[in-house]
């Protein structure tokens, strides 16, 4: 009987702590969004300069912009998927093997959809892939 409450207990806890993390992620959301509307505002558009380095330069600074905001568009996916899987469920359940990821992993890094055996294994692959 005692076991049965512990379980209950902790299933409450874990659902707690997803739950912070779930506005954890709506934060992160909203800030990046924030971010992203400021940047594309002050994005410096396509100026012609009369000397080719400060056009190189601009075009440099440009190009790595983008770059950076093509990194956070991915990043946004990633927390509206996670955001996804709390709504219906199946948030802190590992894609490859089906148990549940640990909740310190979660909170760690909650757009994680592997456990850390599953992640350390596929990171494994792909490095003997790249030999």
Not at 48 to 58: E, K, V
Not at 94 to 114: F, N, Q, Y
Request: charged share 40%; proline share 2%.
């Amino acid at each position: 009987m005692a076991q049965r409450r512990n379980i209950k207990r902790d299933k409450k806890l874990r659902e707690k702590k997803i739950q912070e993390i779930k506005k954890k992620l709506i934060q992160q959301r909203e800030s990046l969004l924030a971010e992203a509307e400021e940047a594309l505002n002050s994005l410096p558009g396509q100026t012609i300069f009369p000397d080719l380095g400060d056009q190189a330069s601009a075009e440099a600074e440009r190009s790595f912009m983008l770059r950076l905001r093509g990194r956070e568009q991915r990043l946004l996916k990633k927390i509206e998927d996670a955001i996804d899987r709390i709504d219906n469920g199946v948030f802190g359940i590992c894609d490859k093997c089906g148990e549940e990821i640990d909740i310190r992993r979660l909170e760690a890094r909650p757009v994680t959809t592997m456990c850390i055996e599953c992640k350390t294994q596929q990171e494994e692959e792909e490095r003997l892939m790249e030999m």
